[in-house]
């Protein structure tokens, strides 16, 4: 019973995001010595169970005349340091007032999400403001490896004029490869997943306040398993930590 109640607890915390395998990682982190299958059974047993999955349409609109860059990233996705190589990509949410479109830019060390915007069109200024959000949240050096799609967003010349001015390289996937831009795709497909499937939203503004929310949630605490079950910002720090330790 005991076990049932941290189970109970790390599900409800992360709104039926974990299956058994990370929930089975929380509660080792949390100092609780229980065995994988133990909370396999247990999870089954008591019909605890992560959000299942589903299919959510593209939103890219690469049907222009605009000039598009070359594919510099070329699914090389584990760049060795932070502000190397980032991602970016749009998505939607539906409310009772209408659209709610999410922009988010992406560091592809950490998979922390550095940058993000939340409006009410899909336009050059959303994906602009994300990376404005990223640009003076972490200052990174020139030369950095900016990934998008192919969207007339990324394409406009404001935006591009915005890399430039940041020092950014742009870099963008074939033509409708979803594939080229697989991180940005998987953070989308959790959101929808772990959050929002299931949701109605009456205004824009709740579903602002849940989209913050677990963007915060995913930054700092959400396991994820290429980073060796850290959360992104725990995996940063620790890295520099490392670094700092070999320099001295």
Known sequence: MALLTHIKAIHA???AAYGWPRVWRELRRRGIRVGKERVRRTMQDNAIRARSRRKYKATTDSDHGLPVSDNRLNRDFQPGQPDRVWTGDITYIATQEGWLYLAVVIDLFSRQVVGWALGERMTRTLVIDALTMAWFRRRPAEGLIFHS???????SADY????CGYGMLGSMSRR????????????????????????RFETRRQAKDEVIDWLIFYNRHRMHSTLGYMDPMTFEEVWRRQQNTQAA
């Open 13 to 15: 915390e992360t709104r």
């Open 149 to 155: 799609d192919q969207g007339s967003q990324y394409a």
């Open 160 to 163: 591009q004029k915005t890399l």
């Open 176 to 199: 409708g490869n979803c594939w080229d831009n697989a991180v940005t795709e998987t953070l989308f497909g959790s959101l929808k997943v772990e959050r929002l499937h299931g949701m």
